[in-house]
């Protein structure tokens, strides 16, 4: 109630105090009982060996199993390695004239982490590199921008073996814009500057002195240096040499000086020395580009070579191109068509149908061969390539006169069958080496086209004796007039002399295999034929006579196969042959391909170029006269005289039966 406590209160007696409440019951004492220490120092220990047994485990891997490899890796991080590029040899001709050489170049180089806006202080920095670095190297802007940003590299090529001047041009606009960048610092500027990434390698260009020079014989370097076409590529091992290399130690990517380093060496290329003459090369091939040019012709070949060593002084192409600037150079026209073109030769060919039947003792220079206007063979109607009455003619005279008609006459007296014939002139034509490989490994290169007899056609064994159904390189062509000029004894092509080591020493090639395809006596007596063909007024090859000198040599015009068709279409016309012929030196061959502008005969056209290349090659070998009158062997004989002596019962004057013909072919001089 209110103001009881009061009340009670006031009813105690004084000082006297409040009866005190019951004491709660006292609480009894916690107690923390402690656990068994020894699992979980067990569970420690245990945590505790397998954190250490798992470092050991590591250390073992590191230091033993994979010892090898993280060594290998810390020097890869720690050493740098550089190739020394070795010099790549020089080729020269027969005289020692460089015809290719290697010059100091410089690789323009780049580091992109250069180019990052952090580094270069220029947002487009690539792209500014690039605009002006095209230019000067030659290079798309947008190729240049996308090397210049590639990522997680330090190093990037630009450009290869550029030429000192394109450095200096480089070099320049660095120093502009590195002036530009100090000036910009120095006014509290960021000092940006986009070519600070720029850099250069020593490296070295491949270059050839002349020009189209023997480009096809040479032919050229690919971007890497390495050899892409022609004796660079063919020789490209003894060209190259061997690479050395350069290791030294670094830090943050820069060559620590006193760290030390080793060096293996490089080992210089070989020196190359041909048997090229330049002095001849250069009238060959002047001579037959300008006849190619006026012609209006596909391409021409000239070949010059040693009659007597097999040396080759020359071989011509037109057109040609530069190996200093490929990008204008047509890919028809960069390999060597004297070696990779094939063709039927026509009337050239009939040397050796000749060389058959005089070695075979079928027939002598002035055996009587009379020649009719037609003549019906298989199902054929051959024709010369003029009509005329019948001829009396010498054998003499059916070379002379370059006769179809005449050289299947003379021909088939080679066996008592057409069959045997066959085999006795595939026999010849092989051992010219028609069908196999000239021996000069050119890449590349053909060996023709020549059919085992027992595959000839019906039309094939009768125009395979005047150069029709069979086809050969120019090369090819021109060792079967060596053959006959050297005696008869078929010399090996060559174009390498030797090589110059790095030593300075000089060590010839290998002499070149030679077999015998004919005795000296019928190269002799063919000799004096193929005199025939030039000096006498009835000769085919009256424009290839060079005064004071007894040339020997023939004609050919033959029915083309035109490449993109398959079927004939246009001529070839050639012309083959030696000086002097009673004493031979020099070979010389020309082949014009479809020359479709004034005339197309080879005695022509090619003849010319014969006359005007052979009397560059006498002169500058020196070779003098023999002052000696032709062997004047005659040419026709009057109907009812009688011919000499014959070493064989088989003269070649007879005409085959005459069959009704299905075809007409007119095949040409």
Same mark, same amino acid.
């Given at each position: 109630r209110p103001g009881g406590d009061r009340a009670r209160a006031a009813a105690r007696p004084a000082g006297a105090r409040p009866a005190t409440r019951r004491p709660a019951p006292a609480r009894k004492p916690h107690t923390i009982r402690l656990g068994a220490p020894k699992p979980r120092l067990r569970l420690v220990s245990v945590g505790l060996?397998?954190?250490? %047994? &798992?470092?050991?485990?590591?250390?073992?891997?590191?230091?033993?199993?994979? #010892?090898? +490899?993280? /060594?290998?890796? *810390?020097?890869?991080?720690?050493?740098?390695?550089?190739? %020394? &590029?070795?010099?790549?040899?020089?080729?020269?001709?027969?005289?020692?004239? #460089?015809? +290719?050489? /290697?010059?100091? *170049?410089?690789?323009?180089?780049?580091?992109?982490?250069?180019?990052?806006?952090?580094?270069s202080k220029a947002p487009d920095a690539p792209e500014q590199a690039a605009a002006l670095l095209a230019p000067i190297i030659g290079k798309d802007a947008k190729e240049l921008t996308e090397r210049l940003k590639t990522k997680n590299t330090r190093y990037v090529v630009l450009a290869r073996r550029q030429t000192p001047q394109v450095w200096n041009q480089i070099k320049d606009l660095k120093k502009v814009f590195a002036e530009k960048s100090a000036a910009d610092k120095r006014n509290n500027g960021p000092g940006a500057n986009v070519l600070a990434g720029v850099f250069n390698e020593n490296s070295s260009k491949r270059v050839y002195p002349n020009g189209d020079l023997a480009a096809g014989i040479l032919g050229y370097v690919n971007a890497e240096g390495k050899g892409a076409g022609?004796?660079?590529?063919?020789?490209?091992?003894?060209?190259?040499?061997?690479?050395?290399?350069?290791?030294?130690?670094?830090?943050?990517?820069?060559?620590?000086?006193?760290?030390?380093?080793?060096?293996?060496?490089?080992?210089?290329?070989?020196?190359?020395?041909l048997t090229i003459d330049r002095d001849i090369q250069w009238a060959a091939q002047s001579a037959i580009s300008e006849q190619v040019a006026k012609s209006e012709a596909d391409r021409g070949y000239v070949i010059v070579q040693d009659t007597q060593t097999g040396e080759v002084l020359a071989m011509a192409n037109a057109p040609g191109f530069d190996p200093n600037d490929l990008s204008r150079a047509s890919s028809a026209a960069m390999g060597n068509a004297a070696l990779q073109d094939v063709y039927e030769p026509g009337s050239t060919a009939k040397v050796m149908s000749m060389a058959a039947v005089l070695e075979e003792k079928k027939a002598t220079a002035?055996?009587?061969?009379?020649?009719?206007?037609?003549?019906?063979?298989?199902?054929?109607?051959?024709?010369d390539d003029i009509d005329h009455v019948t001829w009396y003619l010498t054998l003499n005279g059916v070379l002379?006169?370059?006769?179809?008609?005449?050289?299947?006459?003379?021909?088939?007296?080679?066996?008592?069958?057409?069959?045997?014939?066959?085999?006795?002139?595939?026999?010849?034509?092989?051992?010219?080496?028609?069908?196999?490989?000239?021996?000069?490994?050119?890449?590349?290169?053909?060996?023709?086209?020549?059919a085992k007899p027992e595959d000839w056609s019906t039309s094939q064994q009768y125009t395979i004796p005047f150069g029709q159904g069979l086809s050969l390189n120019a090369m090819q062509a021109a060792s079967v007039y060596s053959t006959i000029a050297n005696g008869g004894v078929r010399v090996q092509p060559t174009l390498v002399r030797g090589t110059k080591g790095p030593d300075g020493r000089f060590t010839p090639a290998p002499a070149p295999?030679?077999?015998?395809?004919?005795?000296?006596?019928?190269?002799?007596?063919?000799?004096?034929?193929?005199?025939?063909?030039?000096?006498?007024?009835?000769?085919?090859?009256?424009?290839?006579?060079?005064?004071?000198?007894?040339?020997?040599?023939?004609?050919?015009?033959?029915?083309?196969?035109?490449?993109?068709?398959?079927?004939y279409k246009g001529y070839t016309a050639s012309f083959a042959g030696f000086a002097p012929a009673d004493r031979p030196r020099i070979t010389v061959y020309c082949a014009i391909q479809n020359p479709t502008k004034g005339s197309y005969f080879g005695?022509?056209?090619?003849?010319?170029?014969?006359?005007?290349?052979?009397?560059?090659?006498?002169?500058?070998?020196?070779?003098?006269?023999?002052?000696?009158?032709?062997?004047?062997?005659?040419?026709?004989?009057?109907?009812?005289?009688?011919?000499?002596?014959?070493?064989?019962?088989?003269?070649?004057?007879?005409?085959?039966?005459?069959?009704?013909?299905?075809?007409?072919?007119?095949?040409?001089?």
């Open positions: 060996t397998l954190v250490m %047994l &798992a470092f050991v485990v590591r250390l073992l891997q590191v230091q033993a199993v994979d #010892a090898s +490899a993280y /060594s290998a890796k *810390a020097s890869e991080n720690r050493f740098a390695s550089h190739t %020394l &590029a070795a010099e790549r040899g020089e080729i020269t001709d027969r005289k020692g004239v #460089a015809l +290719a050489t /290697s010059v100091d *170049a410089y690789d323009i180089t780049a580091d992109p982490h250069m180019f990052t806006p952090q580094e022609g004796l660079e590529s063919s020789l490209d091992k003894k060209l190259a040499g061997k690479d050395g290399e350069l290791t030294y130690a670094q830090s943050g990517g820069r060559r620590v000086p006193t760290a030390g380093s080793s060096e293996k060496p490089a080992v210089p290329g070989e020196d190359i020395e002035d055996t009587h061969v009379e020649v009719p206007n037609r003549l019906h063979r298989g199902d054929r109607l051959f024709k002379a006169k370059s006769s179809n008609i005449g050289t299947i006459l003379a021909t088939g007296q080679l066996g008592p069958t057409q069959r045997d014939a066959n085999k006795v002139l595939y026999s010849y034509l092989d051992k010219f080496g028609i069908g196999r490989p000239t021996g000069l490994n050119y890449p590349g290169e053909s060996r023709g086209i020549l295999p030679q077999n015998r395809v004919v005795s000296p006596e019928t190269a002799k007596t063919l000799a004096q034929m193929l005199e025939s063909v030039v000096d006498d007024q009835e000769g085919t090859g009256t424009k290839a006579r060079i005064p004071g000198y007894r040339v020997g040599g023939k004609t050919g015009t033959s029915n083309r196969v035109d490449p993109a068709t398959g079927r005695g022509q056209i090619c003849g010319p170029i014969y006359k005007k290349v052979m009397e560059f090659a006498l002169k500058t070998l020196q070779v003098a006269p023999t002052g000696t009158a032709p062997a004047g062997l005659p040419v026709d004989y009057e109907p009812g005289a009688q011919p000499r002596p014959q070493p064989s019962p088989q003269p070649a004057r007879t005409v085959g039966p005459a069959v009704p013909p299905q075809k007409s072919v007119r095949h040409h001089q």
